[in-house]
């Protein structure tokens, strides 16, 4: 049972044009939400993380939306440049828990020149 | 990532022999994770230790697979017996502590390949 979903594998922008990246997730016991970027062959590289009680966090060209009774959440980046390119993991916390997080299967963002 | 020493990078182990991954936490970390990611598959966490404990291993398999993160020196993941099936990326990540604020911090992975 997937508690963290990302249902779409790829996604292709032009440089300069937004990206969007979603993400679902089952668990209402969920408050903390993160995305990671990772290219080949390296570990997972931290982005941006939002907790349950906001709806929005900027950092620079990237931001996280938060929707909580649609269990959505987005990451938007723009403009999008070609080292963008990468596979992109979005992973939810359970408030009280351990610490451990849950990851999605990941989106492989192409951003063409 | 470098904070975070994952080795060996590639490891590659016959079936039936022993595999023994290391991961050494950023400086001032306390925690540590290990995740493994198979072929087009997100990361499955496996382990999570604090020093000479473990607290959560609810998704460790039951058997060959054994963690470690002693008083003095790096956290070890070993899986005894390795069967073909054991081939992935695993991951070790670290945290100061617990909580928000405080994202894992991940290595570069053992690649390994059982033949």
């Known amino acids: 049972d997937q508690q963290v979903k990302q249902n779409s594998p790829s996604l292709s922008v032009q440089e300069g044009r937004i990206s969007i990246l979603n993400c679902d997730y089952t668990?209402?016991?969920?408050?903390?939400f993160l995305w990671y970027k990772k290219y080949p062959a390296e570990g997972p590289t931290f982005l941006i993380s939002?907790?349950?009680?906001?709806d929005k966090n900027e950092d620079g060209r990237f931001t996280v939306f938060l929707n909580k009774s649609a269990k959505h959440l987005s990451l938007h980046i723009v403009p999008s440049q070609p080292g963008d390119s990468a596979v992109y993991f979005c992973?939810?916390?359970?408030?009280?828990?351990?610490?451990?997080?849950?990851f999605g299967k990941g989106t492989k963002l192409s951003v063409k020149p | 990532n470098a904070g975070v020493m994952q080795n060996p990078r590639h490891l590659v182990r016959r079936r039936g022999q022993e595999a023994r991954l290391r991961c050494s936490p950023m400086?001032?970390?306390?925690?540590v994770y290990w995740y493994r990611q198979l072929p087009e598959e997100g990361l499955k966490f496996m382990v999570y230790?604090?020093?000479?404990?473990?607290?959560?291993e609810s998704g460790m398999p039951k058997e060959r697979f054994s963690a470690e993160f002693p008083k003095e020196g790096p956290s070890i993941l070993r899986i005894q017996q390795v069967v073909r099936g054991d081939s992935a990326a695993y991951f070790c990540?670290?945290?100061?502590?617990?909580?928000?604020?405080?994202?894992?911090?991940f290595g570069n992975g053992t690649r390994l390949t059982v033949t």
């Open positions: 230790l604090q020093k000479e404990n473990i607290i959560d």
């Open positions: 939002i907790s349950s009680i906001k």
């Open positions: 992973a939810a916390r359970a408030g009280g828990s351990q610490g451990n997080l849950i």
């Open positions: 668990n209402s016991m969920f408050d903390y």
């Open positions: 990540a670290s945290s100061p502590r617990t909580g928000e604020g405080s994202p894992l911090h």
């Open positions: 400086k001032g970390h306390s925690h």
